[in-house]
């Protein structure tokens, strides 16, 4: 099976997880969807999200790296280029977009609160899974890449 379609299997499962089953079971049944106001800039972060998702899990890791986001069958060489030139995380912004941008169009509280909830269980997993991975498979390479683009916050100059 290619890259391509264990990534298009792993989105389905994982961050359609996240974006639309958690969504679904949280968001109250006549609660009606607003892009007018604050909803709209809602509408913006989820196309942002889904583009960004789409230019790391599939361009990213699936074309260039020749691997999938799942942890198990992870791409075979670094992902530096990109979106990965700017941040060493941006699937995981990706995702976070989509749902924030979910809790808005929603005006959902329950919503926020699982973008939180996100994004704390992303941070330590990062912390206590990625990165020390990352270092025993690329050492000096994954080292390096540490050294120039940060973990969550891009730089407002070049390093």
Do not use: Q
């Amino acid at each position: 099976m290619s890259p391509v379609l264990r990534t298009l299997i792993f989105t389905i499962f994982v961050p359609g997880f996240w974006t639309v089953a958690m969504p679904y079971w949280l968001i109250p049944r006549d609660t009606r969807p607003s892009l007018y106001g604050v909803g709209a800039v809602g509408g913006v972060l989820i196309a942002a999200g889904i583009a960004l998702y789409f230019a790391c899990a599939f361009w990213g890791f699936a074309l260039r790296g020749k691997g999938t986001p799942l942890p198990m069958d992870p791409p075979k060489k670094l992902v530096v280029d990109g979106p990965y030139r700017v941040v060493r995380n941006p699937m995981y912004w990706s995702v976070a977009f989509v749902m924030l941008g979910e809790a808005t169009v929603f005006h959902s509280f329950a919503l926020m609160e699982l973008v939180a909830a996100f994004a704390v269980g992303v941070n330590v997993f990062v912390l206590l899974y990625e990165e020390p991975t990352l270092r025993r498979k690329f050492g000096e390479e994954y080292e390096g890449y540490c050294k120039r683009v940060p973990r969550w916050l891009p730089r407002l100059r070049a390093k």
